[in-house]
């Protein structure tokens, strides 16, 4: 909005001062020759036309063709669509940004999510459907039973934003399992230090969530997360007490990230683990967090605490004051505990913006639903 009063106030300014042009010609009677021969005004009306013209389409055209566009980066994965769809509703819902999505699918998934998307009020977002292709995990992830769905090639999207993602320097990424309930563009706004390729949350940055974590045993330490037992792993260097970040939540400089091919050497993590077995899901954070601990260690900007209040998902017994929800500007269902399933806490707040499904495919699992089923 502040380019679009720029430019007017500029546009506005050369106007006046073709006017005032104007009446100097008039009132002084400058010779026609020196313009152009066009008129008793001595002016051209062709020209003036279409100066005022272009005036007019400026001030016509919409905002968001002048506005920075705000690229935010979610995953639409089978089973769990609905996710995405909260997401992006909320995020719509609670900005005048202008915001484009890109929607990441797997090839046999993008057709249903284009489908609730031209089926519903969200059909007035801006979005781009992108076809993630596993094949470039092939050979990268180490097979892990006991919690299979964090293998899931989507988890991944996130290694591979300059790969799917061309034409922005700075980019938002969010897991599925997220809510906003601020303005999108305060967390676009995010300042990143110099050299800096990522923004992410603290694990230790908001203590309304410390009693939560020592209640439940939960690691906010890369303790947590890497197997300290592997010299691979003391051979980094890293002190275990170290304070982890969760990148469910994600702001990127793109051009910092291909310049020091972040890509490349996450993806050298995950070869490394597949060879020694440096981190597993039994530990805190599963597959997808690890490569990114190690990788932007002490290289790394921070987001304001309330713009990732997480762990909603991850205990049935400890729940979030009302009033500390409602100061939160983005929640996140991180663990096992999801809020379109049964059991959940704090599912009425995701509940807020879902948008049901018009292909009736996928559905929320509440209590009533189970008493369907037995009836």
Not at 216 to 235: A, F, P
Not at 285 to 292: H, I, N, Y
Request: contains cysteine; neutral net charge; charged residues 20%.
């Amino acid at each position: 909005m502040a380019l679009l009063r720029k430019i007017n106030q500029i546009l506005l300014f050369l106007l006046v001062l073709t006017i005032c042009v104007i009446l100097y010609n008039k009132v002084h009677k400058v010779p026609a020759t020196l313009n152009n021969e066009t008129g008793d005004s001595g002016t051209d009306p062709t020209l003036l036309q279409q100066f005022v013209l272009l005036l007019y389409a400026v001030d016509l055209e919409s905002p968001e063709e002048l506005e920075e566009e705000i690229p935010v980066v979610l995953c639409a994965a089978a089973g769990r669509m609905g996710a995405a769809v909260a997401a992006i509703s909320s995020i719509y819902s609670n900005t005048d940004a202008n915001v484009l999505f890109y929607i990441v699918g797997l090839k046999n998934t993008i057709p249903h999510i284009r489908k609730w998307i031209e089926n519903s009020k969200l059909k007035e977002i801006k979005y781009k459907i992108v076809e993630f292709n596993p094949m470039v995990l092939k050979g990268k992830i180490r097979p892990d039973a006991s919690r299979p769905e964090l293998l899931q090639p989507l988890n991944f999207v996130r290694y591979y934003l300059p790969l799917l993602i061309h034409k922005h320097d700075k980019v938002i990424y969010l897991d599925d399992d997220v809510i906003v309930q601020g303005d999108i563009q305060e967390l676009y706004d995010t300042k990143l230090a110099p050299g800096h390729a990522a923004a992410f949350s603290d694990d230790c940055d908001l203590p309304s969530t410390h009693e939560m974590v020592r209640s439940v045993g939960m690691q906010n330490t890369y303790m947590g997360y890497l197997d300290y037992r592997k010299q691979t792993i003391r051979d980094l260097g890293i002190s275990p007490s170290t304070c982890s970040f969760n990148p469910g939540v994600i702001v990127a400089n793109m051009t910092e990230w291909k310049h020091q091919r972040i890509t490349k050497q996450l993806e050298k993590w995950m070869q490394r683990n597949v060879e020694e077995n440096l981190y597993s899901s039994t530990l805190g954070g599963g597959v997808a967090t690890p490569p990114m601990l190690i990788v932007f260690h002490g290289k790394y900007s921070t987001i304001k605490p309330l713009w990732h209040v997480r762990h909603l998902g991850k205990t049935m017994g400890q729940r979030y004051s009302e009033h500390f929800l409602q100061e939160a500007k983005l929640l996140h269902w991180n663990g096992r505990y999801k809020p379109w399933e049964y059991p959940s806490v704090h599912n009425d707040l995701w509940e807020n913006w879902f948008i049901p499904d018009p292909s009736g495919k996928f559905k929320m699992i509440r209590p009533n639903s189970f008493t369907l089923k037995l009836k």
